[in-house]
């Protein structure tokens, strides 16, 4: 069974602070990794993708991928309300197709 | 512009009725997806076409029928809509299906089954 977890949270943190969003992935040889953002009764909106071990900057956003231990994270710096949503971690398993599993999703709220 | 447009937007039906979604990208992609979005957020892939061609086929009732006329539209029909089937549906497209890229998604079509 091909399965990405996630924390459903909510996670809570206060405005300014740093937001660690976790996932972890059952395929040892996935190659691909996103997060995505998804506002309530909104869209999913991609944020960051990832595709080798380490991390990987975007403005505020920071992807950490570690393969060896089939883990996946996203950290947001100084975190704004407007940052509340839901993140969507999803993974393109190995055996082709772009087929992406997505976990539960993390749900954050940033609180002034 | 619109990248992945889908319509309706809302759809409210009875329960046995016949009902399309219509989706349409133009970002130039070679493939778009379906997907189902329960009531508990989850977000599940049904169907894959590349370039018109079926690839991914999801464990999916055979109610539900994509079709894809050209590359830059894929639609879904559903045959006798039952309670179950109420859910947000969202059109994705990315390229080329073997590539990895990521997938830019619709803004849904919330369906509701009376």
């Known amino acids: 069974q091909k399965e990405v977890e996630q924390n459903s949270g909510p996670l809570s943190v206060p405005e300014g602070a740093i937001a660690s969003l976790n996932c972890t992935y059952s395929?040892?040889?996935?190659?691909?990794f996103f997060w995505y953002r998804q506002y309530s009764g909104k869209s999913p909106e991609l944020i960051m993708s990832?595709?080798?071990?380490g991390d990987k900057e975007d403005g505020r956003f920071t992807a950490q991928l570690n393969k060896a231990s089939q883990y996946v994270s996203l950290l947001i710096r100084d975190s704004q309300p407007s940052d509340s949503a839901t993140y969507l971690c999803?993974?393109?398993?190995?055996?082709?197709?772009?087929?992406?599993?997505f976990g539960a999703g993390t749900r954050l709220a940033v609180h002034p | 512009d619109t990248a992945v447009s889908q319509t309706p937007k809302y759809l409210v039906t009875q329960m046995g009725n016949d009902k399309s979604i219509k989706c349409e990208q133009n970002l130039g992609h070679d493939t778009m997806y379906w997907y189902k979005q329960d009531s508990k957020k989850f977000l599940k892939i049904m169907f894959s076409y590349n370039n018109k061609e079926l690839i991914i086929n999801e464990t999916v009732p055979n109610r539900f029928s994509p079709k894809s006329p050209d590359k830059a539209h894929l639609n879904l029909h559903i045959n006798s809509l039952e309670l179950g089937d109420s859910a947000v549906y969202f059109c994705?497209?990315?390229?080329?299906?073997?590539?990895?890229?990521?997938?830019?998604f619709g803004d849904g079509t919330r369906l509701s089954i009376l």
């Open positions: 999803a993974v393109i398993f190995s055996g082709g197709y772009n087929k992406l599993i």
């Open positions: 395929d040892r040889g996935s190659q691909s």
């Open positions: 990832i595709y080798s071990n």
């Open positions: 994705a497209s990315s390229q080329a299906g073997f590539s990895n890229q990521p997938q830019h």
